[in-house]
């Protein structure tokens, strides 16, 4: 799949031979956050997934790994730890992890596929977040049933729905120390809408339709990556996605990319600038997995740049946590 996708990228005019590339193509000296993968097992199978997890998958990260995230965490004074998957849920360590977790970081999320917490042996789960105070990054990408079960499969927004509705009753989206955000993409080859007029939209629409509220909505631009880069190669829209990016390039988002401010750790402790090159196999300048870096002290890096990246600089620009310029 990574030389696949890098392959069919390469083509493009490059991403990092842009001006505002290098001169912003160097992280931050101490990231903020610190991104981790405990796995590519998950029971949905979603057609944008650029890791394309799923059932089959698993990649698991293990309990060693995880202790040596938490030791690298707290040398490197990071603030937030950001845990995802896959279905983060699914690694046996979940919950073990989580608890240490909100010991050591100032904020601590998990990004959850909400279906997931309605199966059997994950649905005591919405309770134990908010005995921990974690903060949920929850997928649904549209807030009509019809859209979201065509990008994520059938059954999947009426899932959602009753997790959500759960979640609000244990106070999520309402009282300060529970914060729930929904993540919003695009379910074609087009970029999000504005992220702030779209949040009022989705907001007005769960509350009257569903009952439903939360916090804030993250838009994020699907990477021409996994499962979606497949969609655009077999339908004939790789190079017109990737046109339509190029063409919005928004150098005034290129200071703010995520990948200056942040880590991706994967599932076997492999360092990356974020999710999407963790997704290609290209991993950062560190000298070694997390497990390695017992005396390693966080310095200025050079940051990885591919053509993918054009996602990230689009428009109001895209990161995990939505859009990064007005």
């Not at 509350?207 to 631009?221: E, K, Q």
Request: hydrophobic share 35%.
């Amino acid at each position: 799949m990574s030389n696949k996708d890098l392959e069919r990228l390469q083509s493009f005019p490059p991403f990092a031979e842009r001006a505002e590339c290098q001169k912003y193509g160097t992280a931050f000296l101490r990231p903020g956050v610190m991104q981790v993968n405990i796995g590519r097992r998950c029971n949905l199978v979603c057609k944008h997934c650029h890791l394309e997890s799923g059932p089959h998958r698993t990649e698991e990260m293990s309990r060693e790994v995880m202790e040596s995230c938490l030791s690298f965490f707290r040398r490197g004074s990071f603030k937030t730890l950001d845990i995802t998957g896959g279905a983060p849920e699914m690694n046996p360590h979940f919950q073990w992890f989580v608890k240490e977790a909100v010991r050591h970081a100032a904020r601590t999320m998990v990004r959850s596929n909400l279906t997931i917490l309605n199966e059997e042996g994950y649905s005591h789960l919405p309770d134990f977040y908010a005995a921990s105070g974690v903060e949920i990054v929850a997928s649904l990408p549209y807030y009509t049933e019809r859209d979201t079960d065509r990008q994520r499969g059938k059954g999947v927004f009426s899932a959602c729905l009753s997790v959500l509705r759960r979640l609000n009753a244990l106070g999520y989206g309402s009282r300060p120390e529970l914060v729930l955000n929904l993540v919003y993409n695009p379910g074609g080859a087009f970029l999000p809408p504005d992220q702030e007029i779209f949040a009022e939209e989705f907001r007005k629409k769960l509350l009257d339709s569903c009952g439903v509220t939360f916090n804030s909505l993250y838009t994020i631009t699907n990477n021409p990556l996994g499962r979606f880069g497949d969609f655009l190669e077999r339908s004939g829209n790789l190079t017109g996605y990737m046109n339509r990016l190029i063409s919005a390039f928004n150098g005034r988002s290129v200071p703010h990319i995520m990948c200056r401010s942040q880590i991706s750790v994967d599932w076997d402790g492999s360092i990356y600038d974020c999710d999407f090159n963790l997704a290609l196999g290209l991993k950062a300048n560190f000298p070694g997995p997390v497990q390695d870096l017992k005396d390693f002290s966080l310095g200025e890096r050079k940051i990885v740049f591919a053509n993918h990246c054009y996602a990230c600089t689009a428009g109001a620009g895209s990161s995990c946590g939505g859009a990064i310029v007005n």
